[in-house]
């Protein structure tokens, strides 16, 4: 099964608001093309959310841990997915449309059932 | 000495340094709103809020701490641990500490971590590493 979500600029948006960072390169298209990514980056927590709601489903995951490598930026209206993997499930990447690696992370303590 | 923003300048941000206790609300329209938004897969609507908000809960605490995430500053890492399972309609207590500030090729990495406690239990742990502009405004860092 592939988990994917589209990082559309409603998502940005709404991150901002409900995380209070307004930071430029997150809303303001004519600053965000200043920068070395020429356009404007969704805020890196919001890509991960597809997994962070996909595995644990609302269930807070009390007494487990998850550490995050943001590899790379996630453009407003690309996709990004992941696809568990049988063989190290605790262990993923979120990868953009392109294929290429933006986010790689693993969880510490059992994964709970889905469903 | 801040700079004109607001912010604290980086030779503020020593480490060790902890800033809080700040009360952080969760209220049931942040808990409606981001779960709707951001963990559609789960049911549950403004009673129970999804463990990934504690990103955006983070980035709140900075924000009160020293004004906010500056222009140009790049989230390189996260690391999240969960504790028990915030009330809603209750604040959260959180206190951030600056836990490394390393210069790497030139450029500044800080690393602050956030605890979130509520009735004196742990809710979570959040740390988050940025590489941190040496400026502060958009355009003038890369």
């Not at chain 2, 809080?20 to 938004?37: E, K, L, Q």
């Not at chain 2, 809020?49 to 890492?77: M, T």
Request: proline share 6%.
């Amino acid at each position: 099964m592939k988990y994917s979500l589209v990082i559309d600029n409603n998502l940005v948006l709404a991150f901002a608001e409900l995380s209070g960072d307004f930071n430029a390169i997150h809303i303001d298209e004519a600053a965000a093309r200043k920068t070395r990514f020429g356009q404007r980056i969704a805020h890196g927590p919001v890509p991960l959310t597809v997994v962070v709601g996909s595995v644990f489903r609302g269930r807070w995951p009390t007494g487990r841990e998850m550490t995050v490598k943001y590899v790379a930026p996630v453009a407003i209206g690309d996709e990004v997915s992941w696809t568990p993997n049988d063989i190290t499930p605790n262990k993923g990447e979120i990868v953009n449309s392109a294929g290429q690696v933006a986010i790689l992370f693993e969880i510490e303590g059992a994964l709970p059932e889905n469903g | 000495m801040s700079t004109p923003g607001g912010l604290l300048a980086l030779a503020e941000l020593s480490i060790g340094k902890r800033f809080g206790p700040h009360s952080v609300a969760v209220t049931r329209d942040f808990c409606a709103n981001w779960n709707a938004t951001f963990e559609p897969h789960a049911t549950n609507g403004s009673d129970v809020l999804g463990p990934g908000s504690v990103s955006a809960l983070i980035l709140r605490v900075a924000a009160l701490a020293y004004g906010r995430i500056p222009d140009g500053a790049i989230l390189a890492k996260q690391w999240i641990r969960w504790g028990q399972p915030p009330m809603v309609d209750r604040d959260l207590a959180a206190n951030l500490t600056i836990m490394a500030v390393e210069i790497k090729n030139g450029r500044p990495w800080v690393t602050f971590q956030v605890d979130f406690q509520q009735d004196e239990k742990d809710v979570a742990l959040v740390s988050m590493t940025w590489l941190w502009p040496t400026e502060t405004r958009l355009g003038e860092t890369r």
